[in-house]
């Protein structure tokens, strides 16, 4: 007892030290830079691959316009033109953990190597410092859908625990290679969304309790990510309780429809259209389609982060248990001089095992972006069977 008191008192002036500003929260003051990571609801259909500064502007989210991404991006003239968004359609985090079935788009691990590949070492392409750069990630939406499919039939108590472990190792990765502000964002109620919905109240339930266990889980891993790195500043963004009061009330929020989409507006990139065929204008529903939210929403969404990020005292209660968590696992690691699962990742620098490969300029993400719409209609005509039991 005496010697666990004796270490968290150790714990906190270990923090101290080596923190003194104890920069635990993030601002949005000087950044310069922002780099992300994500799936659908982050992506913008860029990559390094088709020019470093070739930065798509519409026509590459799943938002029918921009996304929170892009919104957050615009908001500042110092980061306007520069953002990295490495998000992919379909990214689970390490996909030797859950792999999506009919696409191979870049995990969260594969999207950190191909960032390395452009962004780090002596011929990275953009110069960036620790200070004025921001990194979000932004996770879990396919493991309440291709990825849950999954856990239907694997083990949630398995997996869960490794795509979370994964996440850590991959922030580690991050912070090894010099990141220090980071914004993650967790899972929303995707269980709300049409498309799970469609299946009926027991599905809902098991997506509902699977999203639980993932959102408990990746808070723990973030409050001892922010434990373990004092010099870096974690700010948890939560997007269920951004999303749930526009999904009880769309009204409130100058939204029209909040329980359905309209076909005629799925996979398109025109934020001003409104159908004939559809019950409102496009920018008027909360869902572009029966599983992604319109690009009203993620202008929500980034103004929302906006306004968390100018506000460091709705930081710290968003972390509320940071403290004692930040305290207690620098003690157990001081007192028994071990650490918690986080394993050490090799580095993979300029001379790593992928090459480099030169951008190519051109229309490669938009043909990527064109090829992906049928591949993910399909594969949802296919789950959607498989649930009903047809195949
Ligand atoms: C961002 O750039 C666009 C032009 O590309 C400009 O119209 C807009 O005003 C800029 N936003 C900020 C906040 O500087
Ligand atoms: C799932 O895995 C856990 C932990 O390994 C185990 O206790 C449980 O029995 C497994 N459940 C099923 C249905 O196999
Ligand atoms: C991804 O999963 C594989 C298999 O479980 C594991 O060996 C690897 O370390 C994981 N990657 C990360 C970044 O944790
Ligand atoms: C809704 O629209 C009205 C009128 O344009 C505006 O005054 C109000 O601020 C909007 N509310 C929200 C939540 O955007």
């Not at 714990?11 to 830079?33: I, M, R, Y």
């Not at 992506?43 to 930065?55: A, E, F, I, N, R």
């Not at 967790?186 to 639980?212: C, H, L, Q, W």
């Amino acid at each position: 007892m005496l010697s666990l008191a004796r270490a968290v008192v150790a714990g906190a002036a270990v923090l101290a030290a080596v923190s003194p500003s104890a920069a635990k929260g993030v601002s949005l003051d000087g950044v310069e830079t922002i780099f992300s990571f994500g799936d659908s609801y982050s992506t913008v259909g860029y990559s390094p691959k088709d020019g470093v500064h070739d930065l798509p502007l519409l026509g590459g989210t799943t938002a029918g316009g921009f996304n929170w991404v892009q919104y957050l991006a615009f908001s500042s003239a110092s980061t306007n033109h520069s953002y990295y968004d490495l998000a992919q359609s379909g990214a689970t985090v390490n996909s030797s953990v859950l792999k999506h079935e009919a696409a191979s788009p870049l995990s969260f691990e594969e999207q950190v190597d191909l960032w390395e590949d452009f962004f780090i070492g002596d011929e990275a392409e953009v110069k960036w410092v620790p200070e004025t750069t921001l990194f979000t990630a932004f996770f879990g939406i396919k493991y309440a859908d291709m990825g849950y499919t999954g856990l239907q039939h694997q083990n949630a108590t398995e997996k869960i625990p490794q795509v979370v472990s994964s996440y850590k190792n991959l922030i580690s990765k991050l912070y090894e290679d010099g990141a220090r502000k980071f914004l993650l964002l967790t899972m929303p109620s995707t269980f709300r969304a049409p498309y799970i919905r469609s299946f009926g109240p027991d599905m809902v339930k098991t997506f509902e309790s699977n999203t639980a266990s993932f959102l408990a889980q990746l808070k723990t891993a973030i409050s001892d990510l922010a434990a373990r790195y004092p010099d870096a500043s974690f700010a948890r963004f939560d997007v269920q309780p951004f999303l749930d009061p526009i999904l009880d009330d769309p009204k409130s929020f100058n939204l029209t429809i909040g329980d359905s989409s309209c076909p005629a507006y799925w996979n398109t990139h025109e934020p001003e259209r409104n159908s004939d065929a559809c019950e409102a204008a496009l920018k008027d529903y909360v869902w572009l389609d029966d599983y992604h939210p319109t690009w009203s929403v993620h202008k929500l969404l980034a103004e929302s982060i906006q306004e968390f990020l100018a506000d460091e005292s709705a930081q710290a209660s968003a972390l509320a248990n940071f403290d004692a968590v930040a305290t207690s696992s620098t003690a157990e690691a001081s007192s028994t001089g071990s650490t918690d699962a986080i394993a050490p990742i090799a580095r993979r620098g300029r001379h790593g095992a992928n090459r480099r490969r030169r951008p190519l300029h051109g229309g490669s993400a938009r043909a990527r972006r064109m090829a992906w719409t049928p591949q993910l209609l399909a594969e949802r005509a296919k789950m959607r069977r498989r649930w009903a039991g047809l195949a």
